[in-house]
T-cell receptor, first 111, second 112 residues
Framework: DAGITQSPRYKITETGRQVTLMCHQT?????MFWYRQDLGHGLRLIYY???????DKGEVPDGYVVSRSKTENFPLTLESATRSQTSVYFC??????????FGSGTRLTVV | SQQGEEDPQALSIQEGENATMNCSYK?????LQWYRQNSGRGLVHLIL?????REKHSGRLRVTLDTSKKSSSLLITASRAADTASYFC????????????FGKGTRLSVIA
């Protein structure tokens, strides 16, 4: 999906470090989302945003921070990474009432 | 917490056969969506069915929705090896303004 880009694709970080996952979309979709995918849990919503400067918590927001100063960008920051945050992170965008477009994911390992 | 629950968790069929996956959910919905995820990739939106619709088709895909039973099914006809993937249902609650809640998925293997 060329219109939504996540970076980096893979990341290894140490416990306690701050790490930021980037998400950029080119469609000017209003909504953007961050999910994490873990075996046995499926996809769980971390944070979402309905528009620039509007963000809301999802199911598992603890330990994460987001911002949305521009419509096209929605970075996710792990303030102090823990091993339990080892996961695959997916960013998605959409307009209300339509399907989501997902990025290719960032595989994060916290050692 | 998961709203949708797919059944079965895993399904293995021969190429050319039909594959049926089911999804049950708990609360009233605005719409229900199905997604496919190939190994190591992001999810791809397949089809959206609204709460006032009962059936929708897209190519070899057929989705049904029974709001009285809070269930949906995804039928893939004449399966191909390339259909091998995980399939997720996801629901938007009745307000329509809240994000998708995903089930844990059905892992489909199509054997050539």
């Amino acid at each position: 999906d060329a219109g939504i880009t996540q970076s980096p694709r893979y990341k290894i970080t140490e416990t306690g470090r701050q790490v930021t996952l980037m998400c950029h979309q080119t469609w000017s979709h209003s909504y953007m989302f961050w999910y994490r995918q873990d075996l046995g849990h499926g996809l769980r919503l971390i944070y979402y945003s309905a528009a620039a400067d509007i963000t809301d918590k999802g199911e598992v927001p603890d330990g994460y921070v987001v911002s949305r100063s521009k419509t096209e960008n929605f970075p996710l920051t792990l303030e102090s990474a823990t091993r339990s945050q080892t996961s695959v992170y997916f960013c998605a965008s959409s307009e209300q009432g339509y399907g989501y477009t997902f990025g290719s994911g960032t595989r994060l390992t916290v050692v | 917490s998961q709203q949708g629950e797919e059944d079965p968790q895993a399904l293995s069929i021969q190429e050319g056969e039909n594959a049926t996956m089911n999804c049950s959910y708990k609360t009233s919905i605005n719409n229900l969506q199905w997604y496919r995820q190939n190994s190591g990739r992001g999810l791809v939106h397949l089809i959206l069915i609204r709460s006032n619709e009962r059936e929708k088709h897209s190519g070899r895909l057929r989705v049904t929705l029974d709001t009285s039973k809070k269930s949906s099914s995804l039928l893939i006809t004449a399966s191909r090896a390339a259909d091998t993937a995980s399939y997720f249902c996801a629901t938007v609650p009745n307000s329509g303004n809240t994000p998708l809640v995903f089930g844990k998925g059905t892992r489909l293997s199509v054997i050539a």
